[in-house]
C-alpha cells in the first residue's frame, strides 16, 4: 500500500482522537489527519500508509472551515507553513478557544467510558478555564519553554511530531516575562537545548544545555516553594494555584483522618501535600513519596510547616509494597483510614501501583491526570479493585494544545 504515500486527498473530517489529531475515513479506513477539526473538509497528503487499520495525513488546505476555525495563534504553526517546518506545541491554535475545550471533553468523555468503563453521564464533565485564559486568547501562560539548537547553533522549537529543529520569530504560548529574555535569534553552538525558565519570584532566566542546577522559588497564594531551576513545576502561570483548590476541594472532609498514614505519591517538590496541609490544618500526616532525590530535599524543606509532614525519597511501587509488608495492625488500620493523593507522569499509574494502591485500602484516592487515556486505563483497573470514581473535574491547563487536566476522586464501594 506504499503507492499512497505523499499523495494529496481531500477529506471529510469527522471527530477528534486523543492527541490533537482529527479522524475522517477514506475508501472505509480511518487517516488520522493534523491540522484540522471536526467538521471540515480539507485536502491532506498522506504522511504515513504503512499501517493497514489507519493512515496518517497532514491538513495542506482548508476546503470547507468549520465556523470554529480561526486564524492560528502562531504563524510559525499555520497551514500557510509547509508542515514539515510548521512549530510544534499548539497543535489546536487554529480552534477558537471554547471549542478547544469542547473537543477536551469529548476526548475525556470517550475515554472514560470505552476504557474506564463509566456510564456517559459520569463521564461528562465541563472542561474549566484558567484565570486570564478567555481574555488572552489562551497565550501568554507557559512559564516553561525548551528551545531546541539546530545543526547551526540556533535555537528554535521542533517541528510538529518532528525533531527537526524550526526558527521562530515569537513565542505566543509564553508570558511576557519567558518572551523578553527568550533567545530566538542567539547562537549556542555545541549545545542541544537551551529552557528559559519565568517563575514566579526572581525574574526570567536561561539554563543552557546541562548547566549545574541552581535554586528558584514558586509561589502559590502565600506559600513559597523552593525547587531545582531543572525540576518539575506546572508549565502555566495559574496551574499550581488551580490544582491546589482542585485536590482539597476533591478531598471529602468526612472521609479524611488528619492522623492517618495519608500520602502524596509522586510528589516532586511537595505542592500537593502542601495544599492537604493547608485544607486540613497543621496536625495533618502526610508523606510525599518522589523517585528524585533533589525534588525530595526540596519538599522536606517546603513541608516544614507540618511535623506530621515527611518527604521521602522512592520508586512509588517499590515504597508502597515495603510499606505494606512492613506495616502492623496498627499501621494496617492508618491506611485504611488514609487519603492517597497521585499526579503520576504522562503515562499514569499503571497497573502495579494501581494493585499495590488498592492494597492498603485507603478511604478515597485523588488522582491528578494530565493523560485522559491513561487515567481511564488507571480507573478501570481500581474498580476492578472495588474503587470508583464519585467526582471528576478538568481544566484547560495548557490552551492551543491538545492537552487537558483531570482530577478524580475513586472511594471503596
Known amino acids: 500500500m506504499g503507492d499512497m504515500l505523499g499523495r ?157 529543529v524550526v526558527r521562530v520569530d515569537d513565542l505566543p504560548l509564553a508570558t511576557p516575562e519567558l518572551v523578553e529574555a527568550a533567545p530566538l535569534g542567539d547562537s549556542f553552538p555545541g549545545e542541544a537545548h537551551v529552557d528559559v525558565l519565568a517563575p514566579s519570584v526572581g525574574g526570567a532566566r536561561l539554563i543552557i544545555g546541562d548547566q549545574s542546577r541552581t535554586t528558584i522559588y514558586e509561589t502559590v497564594g502565600d506559600r513559597e516553594f523552593r525547587l531545582d531551576d531543572r525540576g518539575f513545576w506546572q508549565v502555566h502561570r495559574e496551574a499550581a494555584s488551580t490544582l491546589t483548590t482542585a485536590v482539597q476541594q476533591a478531598i471529602r472532609p468526612d472521609l479524611f483522618d488528619p492522623k492517618a498514614a495519608n500520602l502524596d505519591l509522586y510528589g516532586g517538590v511537595g505542592l500537593l501535600a502542601a495544599a492537604v496541609g493547608d485544607a486540613f490544618g497543621p496536625g495533618t500526616r502526610i508523606t510525599s513519596v518522589e523517585s528524585d532525590e533533589r525534588a525530595t530535599e526540596h519538599a522536606s524543606e517546603n513541608l516544614a510547616d507540618w511535623l506530621g509532614a515527611s518527604a521521602v525519597t522512592g520508586r512509588v511501587e517499590r515504597w508502597i509494597r515495603q510499606t505494606a509488608a512492613q506495616a502492623g495492625a496498627l499501621e494496617r488500620g492508618r491506611h485504611s483510614a488514609s487519603t492517597i493523593v497521585l499526579d503520576p507522569p504522562r503515562s499514569g499509574a499503571g497497573r502495579e501501583v494501581v494493585t499495590e494502591i488498592a492494597g492498603l485500602g485507603p478511604a478515597q484516592i485523588v488522582y491528578v491526570a494530565c493523560d485522559p487515556v491513561a487515567l481511564a486505563r488507571d480507573i478501570a483497573l481500581f474498580r476492578d479493585h472495588g474503587y470508583d470514581v464519585d467526582a471528576l473535574s478538568a481544566f484547560d491547563l495548557f490552551p492551543n494544545t491538545h492537552h487537558v487536566e483531570t482530577v478524580a476522586r475513586l472511594v471503596r464501594v
Open 8 to 164: 494529496e486527498v481531500e477529506l471529510d473530517v469527522t471527530g477528534i482522537a486523543h492527541g490533537g489529531i482529527s479522524v475522517a475515513r477514506l475508501d472505509g479506513r480511518v487517516v488520522f489527519v493534523s491540522d484540522t477539526l471536526p467538521g471540515e473538509r480539507v485536502v491532506a497528503r498522506i504522511t504515513e500508509d504503512r499501517k493497514k487499520s489507519f493512515w496518517r495525513a497532514e491538513t495542506v488546505a482548508v476546503t470547507t472551515p468549520s465556523e470554529h476555525r480561526r486564524p492560528h495563534v502562531w504563524s510559525a504553526a499555520a497551514l500557510e507553513v509547509d508542515p514539515a517546518q510548521r512549530a510544534g506545541g499548539a497543535e489546536f491554535g487554529h480552534i477558537e478557544l471554547s471549542h478547544q475545550r469542547e473537543l477536551k471533553r469529548q476526548v475525556l468523555r470517550d475515554a472514560l467510558t470505552r476504557t474506564g468503563g463509566l456510564d456517559a453521564e459520569r463521564s461528562d464533565v465541563e472542561v474549566r478555564a484558567l484565570p486570564g485564559d478567555d481574555e488572552r486568547g489562551g497565550t501568554g501562560w507557559r512559564t516553561r519553554v525548551r528551545l531546541h539548537v539546530d545543526a547551526d547553533g540556533r535555537t528554535g522549537p521542533y517541528a510538529a511530531r518532528s525533531h527537526t
